[in-house]
């Protein structure tokens, strides 16, 4: 019940943060009304989406057997990126500190990716906004990131911690 309940919390958390990334990035850029401003913000929101929906993934592989490297909501550009990254990926091999990575495995290395990747996309406010985003207001939506983040590593370690059944 306990494991349960923490997987109910990191997920909580997840949406949670999903949310108020997104409402910080629709307040904080609405004075920016011209074309790149509307860009910039389709992008961030994209790569948020795209994030939730990655974590969703990996958490759903076991019964789907779905991967988040290839989904279909994916733009191309990201879909290359992402394998051109991942260790299954034969030049990438030789980086890895395991002889062998599970598809499964390298599944839960996509959000890590596509955090970094919003990550910049929100850094490029700087200069993709004609009225860029005070120093706070940046600060917020890279720690929300950081806490959604924190959230899917708890929901990931789930995944890797040996519980040992005495009877």
Known sequence: MNRFNQNRGFLSMIFCKTRELVHG???FSSENINQSGKEWRHEVLYLIMLLL???M???DYESTGEVAWNLPEMDESTKRMLRKNLYLNEDNRQFSLQKHTT???ENMRVP???AFKLRQAIMS???ALSKPFTPFEE????TSVDQFMVAFYGQAK???VLFLFFF
């Open 25 to 27: 990035v629709v307040i």
């Open 53 to 55: 929906r990655s974590v």
């Open 57 to 59: 993934c990996t958490i």
């Open 103 to 105: 598809e499964r495995e």
């Open 112 to 114: 890590i990716r596509l």
């Open 125 to 127: 406010q700087r200069t």
């Open 139 to 142: 600060l917020k939506l890279l």
């Open 158 to 160: 789930q995944y890797y």
